[in-house]
């Protein structure tokens, strides 16, 4: 049964660090450009960063930059987003999904044509 599982969030102080998983099983997520996206209460869903299904090129949301690394481990079929630095406004759930553009950090359709359950990052003081 081919699945995307999203793991490493939890609750953390402001400046802390933390690196999320986005694991996949039963397919080769090679095959895609993946990145990293958060939605927080009441808030639309954003996108947080891209990486090329080569790993070869990357983009961050502004409001990351410098802060959280994208990279991906072909031998593992998992992308990790290493967050350091993080802030209050970071507290959200995040989840991992294909990139449909990476210069845009737009989301193309969800592995398996749903949002999964993403994992949750709480920053407080």
């Known amino acids: 049964q081919p699945r995307v599982v999203e793991s490493g969030g939890g609750s953390v102080r402001f400046g802390e660090s933390l690196r999320l998983s986005c694991a996949a099983s039963?397919?080769?997520?090679?095959?895609?450009?993946v990145g990293w996206f958060r939605q927080a209460p009441g808030k639309e869903r954003e996108g947080v960063s891209c990486?090329?299904?080569?790993?070869?090129?990357?983009n961050y949301a502004e409001f990351v930059r410098g802060r959280f690394t994208i990279s991906r481990d072909k031998a593992m079929n998992t992308v990790y987003l290493e967050m350091n630095n993080l802030k209050f406004e970071d507290t959200a759930a995040y989840y991992c999904a294909p990139c449909k553009k990476i210069s845009t950090l737009e989301a193309s359709r969800p592995f398996f044509g749903s949002w999964g359950q993403g994992t949750q990052v709480t920053v407080s003081s």
């Open positions: 039963g397919f080769v997520m090679d095959d895609y450009a």
């Open positions: 990486i090329s299904n080569r790993g070869d090129l990357t």
